[in-house]
């Protein structure tokens, strides 16, 4: 299903242009994939997972009035997690045709704004036992965060 919908959204990206249409081509295809009901299957599963030790944490920079970063590992419902999503993805001019987008009343922007360069948006989630960082650029992550296994963490 998110196979699908990675594919859904490189299609209408490549039909629509990327630059200043992404967010609502991610938008549409996060509606499609949280509806019918799932969005409250899989926001009980976010929740459920917050209680273990491997919560979900999505990154962000949020401006509340100054830049900040803002960890988001609580959810409250499946437009919540939308909304988080879109924050995390959301590269000034390139996203939407606005430099930010909105997220829980305030703008915000992707989380690789808002920490070291060497973590490329991912801090270490306390207190998870592991911080998994999905990077498209891998060289840009330094081996001292890579860890032992190197590129395949």
Not at 82 to 88: E, P, W
Not at 106 to 133: C, H, M, N, Q, Y
Request: aromatic share 10%; net charge neutral.
């Amino acid at each position: 299903e998110a196979l699908a919908g990675a594919l859904r959204v490189n299609d209408l990206c490549r039909e629509r242009g990327t630059r200043g249409n992404l967010r609502d081509v991610l938008d549409e295809t996060l509606g499609d994939f949280f509806g019918g009901g799932r969005g409250d299957v899989y926001a009980a599963t976010l929740a459920a997972r917050r209680e273990t030790d491997r919560p979900l944490t999505i990154g962000i920079l949020r401006f509340d009035p100054w830049p900040s970063p803002y960890l988001v590992s609580a959810f409250e419902g499946p437009d919540d997690v939308r909304g988080a999503l879109l924050a995390t993805s959301c590269i000034p001019f390139f996203f939407a045709r606005t430099p930010t987008v909105l997220y829980r009343g305030r703008p915000a922007l992707d989380g690789i704004f808002s920490t070291e360069a060497k973590f490329f948006g991912a801090p270490d989630a306390v207190p998870a036992r592991r911080t998994v960082r999905v990077c498209p650029f891998p060289d840009a992550i330094g081996e001292e965060v890579r860890g032992e296994r190197g590129r395949d963490l």
